[in-house]
């Protein structure tokens, strides 16, 4: 049986228009933007660089993770995790505007379009790139479906960090340049531990109600204070790998510009140890995507300048 729509009465119904925008998520986007970035600049500052399977890698990227925003609004609905007392923005199938079934067709037809920039991209860089795409499609689709989904078993951040990060990174890289390199590595991990940080925000946010509905988050099976301090290690530790990647970059400051973002992630630290629960937690998950976009920006100027 599924959930009943608890959400339609309590919000108006915007345009269509405006119905798959806020489906699609525009704050989560950078996410698949950043490791594009990074990845790039490497292969820049290596001496390489092809824009179209750029461009393709960037799209591609975005597709995915516009269609996991699809996946996850759908299957939370279907699961029962949303519900009128979540906090944040509303999902499109909880509310009511768009039936489980266009949501599941939208759904397919943008990981179809990834998947065909994916042909175009292992014509550029062969099997991995295959490896690789199959594997962040699987894996977009059982973080919240499937028989044993990702997200409710604890497992959503090691997802995150490594597709958002660490395979990210790396691949386009690799597209670019046809080589990995430990530079690239060292480089995927403070884009993968920021990205991370923004799913553990929205775990502690939602921990009330994800227990509520079984869904057994990170944050639901280690608790508020574990929690807490796992996000200070997500938002702390790039800094110190940016301070630590700085001699196997040449030893450049540029490399360091990603330190001028220190006094946007001092306060989200301080309020998630501070606030329980209400807006301000929604206020630290904005502001973890916006850190994790500029710190991004920065790296990645750093290493093409």
């Known amino acids: 049986m599924q959930p009943m729509q608890t959400q339609t009465q309590a919000r108006p119904k915007p345009s269509p228009l405006r119905i798959w925008w806020i489906a699609a998520r525009p704050p989560t986007l950078p ?61 499109i199938t909880a509310a009511g505007w768009v039936a489980p079934a266009g949501v599941r067709r939208a759904m397919i037809g943008v990981f179809a379009a990834a998947a065909l920039l994916g042909v ?18 699987i894996c977009a689709v059982a973080y919240t479906g499937g028989p044993w989904p990702l997200g409710y078993h604890g497992l959503g951040e090691v997802f ?16 670019q340049t046809g080589t990995v390199t430990p530079l690239a590595f060292v480089a995927s991990v403070p884009v993968g531990l920021l990205c991370t940080a923004i799913i553990v925000a929205n775990n502690i946010r939602d921990i009330d109600t994800d227990r509520q509905a079984g869904k057994r988050t990170l944050a639901v099976r280690i608790g508020r204070t574990a929690t807490r301090a796992l996000y200070t290690a997500c938002i702390a530790l790039p800094y110190g790998i940016i301070v630590a990647l700085w001699p196997l970059a ?25 606030e329980v629960a209400g807006p301000p937690l929604i206020a630290v998950l904005k502001g973890t995507g916006r850190l994790h976009m500029v710190f991004g920006v920065l790296f990645a100027l750093g290493l093409l300048m």
């Open 31 to 91: 996410a698949a933007i950043v490791p594009v970035l990074v990845g790039a600049a490497l292969a820049w500052a290596g001496g390489r660089f092809l824009f179209v399977p750029f461009v393709a890698t960037l799209l591609a990227s975005l597709l995915i993770q516009i269609g996991t925003n699809l996946a996850n609004d759908l299957f939370d609905y279907e699961k029962g995790a949303d519900t009128a007392e979540r906090l944040g923005p509303p999902r």
């Open 160 to 175: 995150v960090f490594l597709f958002f990060g660490v395979v990210a990174v790396v691949g386009t890289f690799y597209v």
């Open 120 to 137: 175009y991209l292992i014509a550029v860089g062969g099997w991995p790139i295959l490896v690789v795409g199959i594997l962040s499609l």
């Open 250 to 274: 040449g030893r450049t400051p540029l490399v360091l510009l990603p330190l001028l973002t220190l006094p946007l992630a001092v306060p989200l630290i301080q309020a998630i140890w501070r």
